[in-house]
């Protein structure tokens, strides 16, 4: 299952967009990009919306699921409908 800080840093580079250009994108902070990116936090259900989009632009397939045993939410690198 591949995370999704290192899905943030491939689409970067398919993109070859520097972490400004993708904050910019997403109309986020550089700092919160970063985090994610660090797995620090996890984006919200809107960044998440906005985060599939971009996936979807470049041919990458991901699913946001929440996790069973914590409280935040989680990752799955099931394609959707899986």
């Known amino acids: 299952m591949e995370m999704l800080c290192d899905l943030l840093k491939e689409i970067r580079n398919r ?3 520097s972490q400004e250009d993708l904050a910019r994108r997403l109309e986020v902070s550089l700092s919160t990009l970063q985090r994610w990116e660090s797995d620090r936090c996890s984006p919200s259900r809107v960044y998440r ?3 599939t989009k971009l ?3 470049v041919g990458v397939s991901y699913s946001f699921n929440r996790r069973s045993e914590g ?3 989680g990752l799955s ?3 959707p409908g899986k």
């Open 15 to 17: 993109k070859d967009w």
């Open 49 to 51: 919306k906005e985060l």
């Open 55 to 57: 996936f979807n632009e």
């Open 71 to 73: 409280t935040g939410q």
């Open 77 to 79: 690198g099931q394609s």
